[in-house]
Structures are given as structure tokens and as C-alpha cells.
């Protein structure tokens, strides 16, 4: 309850008039009465503060590791690097260890093709990358094939290790031969499946994996594409008479990816990704570290990820472009359906 002549207007005036007249009294007097030891004091504490902030910061941002959600650490990044050393050569695999590896390809003996690929990395040979691609397709449209002894997911595991193992053992240093493998390998445009019954091409597979990837990816997401097959299994021609060649003529017309149900769909454009993520996340730590070291000196140089969200030309780097469009896109799905 207030009391009559006390109302709170009058009161807020009251307390402003003492504040301003203790201002006056006691104000500047205490200023000029501050101990220069306890000036010195403060003004250290504040330099403290600030080397404590840069410390910290400079601390988070050469742990490249943490920064960019690396499984490993690079090699190339530690000084461990082994591509700049001149007598050690480092080249991509032999054309005869392709050709075997095409071969199994070709008849569709998946593991075969793996292994083949795990005998071909070494310290000093790195894979093609048109063999990279070959594997990304193997992830993308294999099929259970029980005749294999293999099952589906054993083979799809062991593809996505291949390829982690590859970059592994060579993440895209500064040497030019392993970048433009990468840079092939990201950039080229898909292959055109020769029984044309693939509607890749409807989901910009001419401007590389990345970009098929998460075109396929946001329809897959949307209420247009179906939880069935996207394409229905045709007869056999007839004049296909011979068993072996109808087992054979099955196997490449159906064994695709459009074959395939919508959550295997799914979760094949998602392996390719998690591998592709990886090998640019890895690419823009050894970038980085290397305009640390260097001072800045090798901004010319652009990480493979700005190839895949500005492949026009550099001039473009930083505007908003389709594919970071699609990027965003595709991150709401992500929220909305909480993937992870
Ligand atoms: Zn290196």
C-alpha cells in the first residue's frame, strides 16, 4: 500500500535527484582517486584476456580435425607428407591392372572388382579415376545376387571402404596428378547406361557425381518419387532363347538403380555421399592448413569443393548458386524428417 503524497512517478524522481546528486559529491573525485598499481592491474588483466581469446581461437582453427569432422588426420597436413619427395614415385594404378579390373566389372563379379582395387592401392599407386567411378556406380545400382556368395550389403561395405582407403592412403595433396584424379572423378559427367532404360540424365548427371547425387537425393525426398521401384520389369525378348544368355540379359537390364526400392535408394546416394563429403572436407583441411602455412600464398588454388559449387569459373565463388540452393534444400528435408 502507498502511502497519500508517496505515488511511485514521485518517488522515481526522488531516487534521480539523489543518484545526481551523489554523481556530483562522490563522481569525479573517486575517479581521480584510482591507485595507479590497480590501473596497472586492470589494464594487464584486460592484455590477459585478449592473448587468453587469441590463443583460444588460433587453437580452434588449426585443429583441423575437429573443425572439419575428419575420421583421420591427413598425413600430407602433419609434414608426413610423401608426394613431394622426388624418388618416391607416385602414380596412378598400371593400364593392366585397370583392364583386369574392368573385366570383372563387366561380368558384374562385384567382390572380384573390389579386391582387385584393395591389391592396387599402395604408398606409391593411387586409383583412377575412372575406377573411383566404377565403384561409386557398383554402390549405386548392385543388386543381391545370391549366386555371388557375397551378400549385397557385405559387397556395398566393402566398396565404401575402398574408396575411404583410397583417400586415405592419397588425400588430394598439392601434387597435380592426384588433384586432377580428383577433380576428374568429381567433375566428369556420369556414364550414360547402355541399355538407356536409366533416367539418370533427368538428374543433372552431366555435371558430375556431387551433383547427381543430391539432385537424385531431393526427388528421392519428395512426395513426386515412389516407395516402389521406379521402373517396372519388362519380358524377356524373344529372341533370347538360350537360359544363360536370358540370366545374362536380366542381370543388365535390371540390375540399376532405379530397380531398387525407395529406402535402398536412399540409403545408396547417402553411402556415395558420406564417401564424397569426406574426400572434400579432407581437401578443404589440407587447403586450409596450407594457407596457414604459406601465409595465404596459395589462394590461387581453389579446394575441389569450390569446383563442385561453382564449376562455371572462379569469379563466381561465393554467390549463391543452383547447387547452393539445392545444398539448402536439401538440409531443411534433412531437419524436417530428422535424418540421422
Ligand atoms: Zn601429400
Known amino acids: 500500500m502507498s502511502s497519500p503524497g508517496s505515488s511511485p512517478r514521485k518517488r522515481l524522481k526522488l531516487t534521480?535527484?539523489?543518484?545526481?546528486?551523489?554523481?556530483?559529491?562522490?563522481?569525479?573525485?573517486?575517479?581521480?582517486?584510482?591507485?595507479?598499481?590497480?590501473?596497472?592491474?586492470?589494464?594487464?588483466?584486460?592484455?590477459?584476456?585478449?592473448?587468453?581469446?587469441?590463443?583460444?581461437?588460433?587453437?580452434?582453427?588449426?585443429?583441423?580435425?575437429?573443425?572439419?569432422?575428419?575420421?583421420?588426420?591427413?598425413?600430407?597436413?602433419?609434414?608426413?607428407?610423401?608426394?613431394?619427395?622426388?624418388?618416391a614415385k607416385i602414380e596412378q594404378v598400371t593400364q593392366s591392372s585397370e583392364k583386369y579390373f574392368n573385366i570383372e566389372v563387366k561380368n558384374k563379379t562385384w567382390f572380384e572388382a573390389i579386391e582387385v582395387c584393395l591389391m592396387c592401392i599402395t604408398s606409391s599407386q593411387y586409383l583412377s579415376s575412372s575406377m573411383l567411378m566404377d565403384i561409386v556406380e557398383i554402390i549405386m545400382n548392385a543388386h543381391e545376387d545370391d549366386n555371388s556368395g557375397y551378400s549385397i550389403e557385405y559387397v556395398l561395405r566393402q566398396c565404401q571402404h575402398t574408396l575411404l582407403y583410397n583417400f586415405r592412403m592419397h588425400p588430394p595433396c598439392i601434387t597435380k596428378g592426384i588433384r586432377d584424379c580428383y577433380k576428374q572423378f568429381l567433375m566428369s559427367p556420369l556414364i550414360k547406361k547402355e541399355n538407356n532404360l536409366s533416367n539418370r540424365a533427368c538428374y543433372d548427371s552431366q555435371e558430375g557425381i556431387v551433383s547427381y547425387c543430391i539432385s537424385r537425393l531431393l526427388?528421392?525426398?519428395?512426395?513426386?518419387?515412389?516407395?516402389?521401384?521406379?521402373?517396372?520389369?519388362?519380358?524377356?525378348?524373344?529372341?533370347?532363347?538360350?537360359?544363360?544368355?536370358?540370366?545374362?540379359?536380366?542381370?543388365?537390364?535390371?540390375?540399376?538403380?532405379?530397380?531398387?526400392?525407395?529406402?535402398?535408394?536412399?540409403?545408396?546416394?547417402?553411402?556415395?555421399?558420406?564417401?564424397?563429403?569426406?574426400?572434400?572436407?579432407?581437401?578443404?583441411?589440407?587447403?586450409?592448413?596450407?594457407?596457414?602455412?604459406?601465409?595465404?600464398?596459395?589462394?590461387?588454388?581453389?579446394?575441389?569443393?569450390?569446383?563442385?559449387?561453382?564449376?562455371?569459373?572462379?569469379?563466381?565463388?561465393?554467390?549463391?548458386?543452383?547447387?547452393?540452393?539445392?545444398?539448402?534444400?536439401?538440409?531443411?528435408?534433412?531437419?524436417?524428417?530428422?535424418?540421422g
Not at 540399376?256 to 546416394?269: A, G, K, P, Q, S
Open 16 to 87: 534521480r535527484k539523489t543518484k545526481k546528486e551523489n554523481e556530483e559529491e562522490n563522481g569525479p573525485n573517486k575517479r581521480a582517486k584510482i591507485d595507479p598499481a590497480e590501473a596497472k592491474l586492470e589494464a594487464l588483466k584486460k592484455e590477459n584476456f585478449m592473448k587468453a581469446c587469441l590463443q583460444v581461437s588460433y587453437e580452434a582453427y588449426i585443429d583441423f580435425k575437429k573443425r572439419f569432422q575428419l575420421i583421420y588426420f591427413p598425413a600430407c597436413i602433419d609434414n608426413k607428407c610423401i608426394h613431394h619427395d622426388k624418388n
Open 219 to 339: 526427388y528421392e525426398l519428395s512426395m513426386e518419387s515412389k516407395d516402389g521401384t521406379l521402373l517396372d520389369k519388362q519380358e524377356v525378348p524373344e529372341d533370347i532363347q538360350e537360359e544363360i544368355q536370358k540370366i545374362y540379359w536380366k542381370k543388365h537390364t535390371f540390375e540399376l538403380f532405379e530397380f531398387l526400392v525407395r529406402t535402398e535408394r536412399i540409403e545408396r546416394l547417402m553411402m556415395v555421399l558420406e564417401c564424397l563429403i569426406h574426400l572434400l572436407q579432407t581437401d578443404l583441411a589440407l587447403w586450409h592448413s596450407r594457407r596457414f602455412s604459406t601465409n595465404g600464398q596459395t589462394r590461387s588454388q581453389r579446394p575441389l569443393l569450390a569446383y563442385v559449387l561453382w564449376p562455371i569459373n572462379c569469379l563466381t565463388d561465393g554467390a549463391v548458386t543452383q547447387q547452393c540452393h539445392k545444398i539448402i534444400e536439401l538440409y531443411a528435408y534433412f531437419i524436417h524428417l530428422s535424418y
